[in-house]
Structure formats: structure tokens, C-alpha cells
């Protein structure tokens, strides 16, 4: 972890992901300090997958990063630990000017299924970025909040491009056969 070179850096954290050795935690979350933007998007992706808690608060301050990527990531890294308690923060995110944020955080909101994130998700079905519009529709229907079936319906309806209108379909069709939640 402490090479010169970046790509040997990122290797590195990539190699303990893969192995999921939580000993590493402390180490990995010390790299989103790095000065190479690759190798702090790898830490916080990661950290993530090693689904250790502890790496909360790092990863919550990676959510102000300067890069883009590195805030996908660290919205990624959060959905997958899992803690409802990072649901506003994520919220938050879904304002970032970088699309590929927005769809990031998305897709973490979706994993994490909390219905508190509805009435963000259902404006981002009107981005003028499909991965945003496709995000926003798989994360709905992963949280399976039947309250969003008008808007991913409107979404469907609107969308021109076919390929897009698909998925947005597909994600329409989940939620409609997803057990009602109160």
C-alpha cells in the first residue's frame, strides 16, 4: 500500500477486496487520503465490499471528494454496509453535478431499500442522463415502494430511446410484481 506507483497501490487494495480480509480495513480506509484519484475510488470501493462498519465516517467524508469518481464510489461503498442511518447523506447526493454520482448513489439507495429515498429518486426518472433515469428505476424497484409506480409508468411512457424505455420497463415490471410493503 505504500509503493510509488498508483497502479501497485490500487492492485493492492483491489487483492484484499478479493480476499476480504477485514484486518485490512484500517489500512484501505488510510487510502482515501491518497493523492491519485484511482487508487482512493479502489479504497472506497472496497471498502465497501469488505462490509465493514468502521469505514462509515471515512466514507462519508469521501462523499465531498473532489473527484467523481471517488464520490460514486463512496456512495457505493455506503449502500453496500448497509446502515440506514447514511440514507440522508445519500439523499443529499443525488443533487452532485456529475451524473455518474447521481446514478451511483442510485444504485446505493437501492440496496439499502428504504423508502425514505422515493421522493428523491422519482425527479431523477426525468434526467436528461439515462444511466441517472436507469438508476433511478432500479433502485425504486428494489426498495419496492409501490407509491412510485405512477412516475416509473410516466417515465416509460416518455422515454424515446428504445434501449432506455427497455429497462425502464423491466424495472417497472419488477416493482409491479414485488410484494406490497407497508
Known sequence: LHDQDADVRAAVIDALG??????A?????AMLKDPVEFVR???ARVLGQLGDSSAEPALVSALSDS????????AMGLGQLNDPKIVP????LLRDGAPDVRAAT????????DKRAVPSLEPLLKEDYSTVRVAAALALAD?????ALSSIKDAVSKE???????????ALQRLEKAPHKE
Request: proline share 0%.
Open 18 to 23: 478479493v480476499l476480504g480480509d477485514k484486518k
Open 25 to 29: 480495513d484500517q489500512a484501505i480506509t
Open 41 to 43: 475510488s479502489a479504497a
Open 67 to 74: 473527484s467523481s469518481s471517488v464520490r460514486g464510489a463512496a
Open 89 to 92: 447523506d445519500l439523499i443529499n
Open 106 to 113: 442510485a444504485n446505493a439507495l437501492g440496496l439499502l431499500k
Open 143 to 147: 426498495i419496492g415502494d409501490k407509491s
Open 160 to 170: 424515446k430511446d428504445e434501449e432506455i424505455r427497455l429497462q425502464i420497463s423491466n
